[in-house]
Each structure stands twice: as C-alpha cells, then as structure tokens.
C-alpha cells in the first residue's frame, strides 16, 4: 500500500487543521494506521492510532483531548482532526500503516509499522 499524507498549513495557535492520509494502491481496510510527528533534530514522536476496524485509537498524553484519528474504510482514508493546536505542535507529520489481524490492534512504535507516507508540515504560529 502507498500513502499519501496532505492537509498541513500554517495556522494560528489555538486554531484547527485536519490532516488526510490516504491509501493509493492498496485498500486501508485490514490496516492499522498511525499518525507520527517529527522535528528537525529529534527523534520521530507518537501522535496518534487506529485499528483497521477503526474500534481502538490510542493517544499519547501530549495530543489526548486535542487530536482526533478517524478512519473511512469506504474512502481509504484516515484522516487526523487537530484541535486547540500549540506552538510546539508545529512538525512534519506523518502517516504510516500496518497489515492487521486484530480488530483492536493500534501500535504506536515507529517500528511496528510497514508503510509510510510523506510529510505534511504543520506550523502553528503562537
């Protein structure tokens, strides 16, 4: 399956901006997808995950309440709902996924998923 991620901006603090990543090539039905955000010089960082069957999401404390993952099987695409964004919000993010058997599966290591996509960067102005 191929990604592709789009739906980054610029955008105020405390504003919204929804994300979209969707599959080419390929069908989300039976895959997990993640949301990962990274920073010139750090480390790729958890955002966001959904189960293929879109029944399980996980969050990190850092976006819970906030961000909001959601997955369309019928469109192929997951798509990440940000709210109440933050200045140290602003990142390059990422879409991946990952072939599942569990309908509540949601992995949130870089290295439990097989596919990624390109960035879309998200800057939030403070």
């Known amino acids: 399956v191929q990604l592709q991620a789009s739906g980054g901006g610029l955008v105020q603090a405390g504003g919204s901006l929804r994300l979209s990543c969707a599959a080419s090539?390929?069908?989300?039905?039976?895959?997990?997808v993640g949301w990962f955000r990274q920073v010139p010089g750090k480390d790729r960082e958890f955002v966001a995950a959904?189960?293929?069957?879109?029944?399980?999401?996980y969050y990190p404390e850092s976006v819970k309440g906030r961000f909001t993952i959601s997955k369309d099987n019928a469109k192929n695409t997951v798509s990440l709902q940000m709210d109440s964004l933050k200045p140290e919000d602003t990142a390059v993010y990422y879409c991946?996924?990952?072939?599942?058997?569990?309908?509540?599966?949601?992995?949130?290591?870089?290295?439990?998923?097989?596919?990624w996509g390109q960035g879309t960067l998200v800057t939030v102005s403070s």
């Open positions: 991946a996924a990952v072939y599942s058997g569990s309908l509540t599966y949601t992995p949130h290591h870089e290295n439990e998923y097989a596919y």
């Open positions: 090539e390929g069908t989300f039905s039976r895959y997990a």
């Open positions: 959904i189960s293929w069957s879109g029944r399980t999401t």
